[in-house]
């Protein structure tokens, strides 16, 4: 039997199917400005975020004068392209670009110490990376150098027509005669608009590059390394919104960026509700002459073969112990990113010291604290816990550290720096930070 649809009744039904079709055409534009098109070389979605001016600039922060984006990479990334891994050294560490560049894949932001001598010594390292080495660091490490007002060069390169203080040379053979002391041979290293010239390499030689750190002029005038002046630095020089503040030796898994990318598009909430968030990996120790695993999988079996070990598991093994660290190694292997576990930084975790990818908005580190007093990461941990920030652990992502396990050792010099660090934080900055953001029982410094 046929029913006949009266006239309200057939009304009724229009007015839904246009509510329906209102709805589905919000979904489809919301999508298509949600996404960026997926032929782009790294998956982005279109947050909002700022761009940034990579420009060569001056720049003082206390007694430490700062050359940004003196080296500048070939490649340049937009502010929603890409993840910035952003890390620091001084010419003792700039052999771990190698490594990093090739496992990374995307820019990487380095902040490099140079007092003094050290700087000469720098520009030799990183021309002999960019000329003879792999072509990652060439198109994707851009470098800003840092020095003490008491240690500083004798002089230093024009590397940029904006610089002030030096006279700009027009060709060669003049720049050849005024750094003739430190130089052989110069060449151009990049963009030409800004007339660059670095050292010519010479890439027959082995890699003399590698300086010992107890050669270095830092080493040998016993400077304190001010190690979140550089780490900031990097991180407020990275154009993208998201960074991955990590260290040198720190070497991550590969394709951590498209595959951080991809999980953000399956996973909108992790970008637009919620609490504040930053996504932690967790970080491990291989034993010298192993090989950094690159996968997953390699890893829990050097890991369940004592090949690996959690990182500082022998000097500080509450300082980087992730929430559930077993059932993440037990986890099965998938593809792709997740989320594998959040958490908070309270207790039994209130001393932990994460490496993450963030954003441009996250917390800094101070700048008054020093890699020889160590805990030097502990004050910005302690505001991401009173922010009630929440920790993504990811479950296919991880860094290792150049291999070689550390052990605790007793260094009468840095006990003194710890002791005196350890009681400047406590009993000066975190009364700062309480008036600043406040306090919770459950966030420990």
């Given at each position: ?355 993450f990818i963030g954003t441009q908005d996250d917390p800094v580190y101070d700048e008054r604290l020093s ?75």
């Amino acid at each position: 039997m046929s029913i006949a649809l009266t006239r309200p009744t057939t009304l009724r039904a229009l007015i839904l199917l246009f509510f329906c079709f209102l709805a589905y055409v919000a979904l489809h534009v919301l999508s298509k400005s949600l996404y960026a098109n997926d032929s782009e070389k790294h998956s982005t979605l279109l947050f909002t975020c700022e761009e940034k001016n990579s420009a060569f600039r001056y720049g003082q922060r206390g007694s430490q004068y700062v050359l940004y984006n003196y080296i500048k990479s070939r490649q340049q990334f937009k502010c929603h392209e890409s993840i910035t891994l952003t890390t620091h050294g001084d010419t003792s560490y700039l052999d771990n670009l190698v490594y990093l560049s090739q496992r990374w894949q995307g820019p990487i932001s380095f902040s490099v110490y140079v007092p003094s001598s050290d700087y000469y010594d720098a520009i030799k390292i990183i021309s002999y990376l960019r000329q003879c080495t792999v072509s990652e660091i060439k198109e994707f490490v851009t470098f800003h150098f840092v020095f003490d007002n008491s240690h500083m060069p004798k002089s230093i390169i024009k590397l940029h027509k904006t610089q002030k203080g030096l006279p700009y040379f027009e060709n060669q053979t003049e720049i050849l005669k005024f750094h003739e002391k430190n130089f052989v041979k110069v060449m151009g290293h990049g963009d030409k608009s800004e007339n660059t010239e670095l050292p010519m390499a010479n890439c027959s030689l082995p890699a003399s590059w590698i300086i010992p750190t107890k050669q270095t002029y830092r080493n040998k005038n016993k400077l304190l390394y001010p190690v979140n002046i550089l780490r900031n630095v990097a991180r407020e020089s990275a154009t993208t919104y998201y960074v991955f503040s990590s260290d040198s030796e720190l070497y991550p898994s590969p394709n951590i960026i498209p595959n951080f990318f991809d999980m953000l598009k399956r996973n909108d909430s992790y970008l637009h509700f919620g609490k504040p968030r930053v996504f932690a990996l967790p970080i491990f120790e291989v034993y010298k002459n192993q090989t950094v695993p690159g996968s997953k999988q390699e890893l829990v079996e050097m890991l369940e073969s004592g090949l690996a070990i959690p990182f500082h598991e022998k000097i500080c093994a509450l300082c980087h112990r992730i929430p559930q660290q077993k059932e993440w190694q037990r986890a099965p292997v998938n593809d792709g990113l997740s989320v594998f576990h959040v958490g908070k930084r309270h207790w039994p975790y209130h001393m932990w010291e994460p490496i993450f990818i963030g954003t441009q908005d996250d917390p800094v580190y101070d700048e008054r604290l020093s890699w020889e007093g160590r805990q030097d990461k502990m004050t910005q941990g302690y505001v991401l816990c009173v922010l009630d920030y929440d920790f993504m652990t990811l479950d296919n992502a991880f860094l290792v550290h150049r291999p070689g396990v550390k052990v605790k050792k007793e260094d009468l010099a840095i006990k003194y720096f710890t002791q005196n660090q350890s009681a400047y934080i406590r009993g000066t900055i975190l009364s700062e930070l309480k008036v600043l953001y406040g306090s919770s029982p459950n966030c420990w410094l």
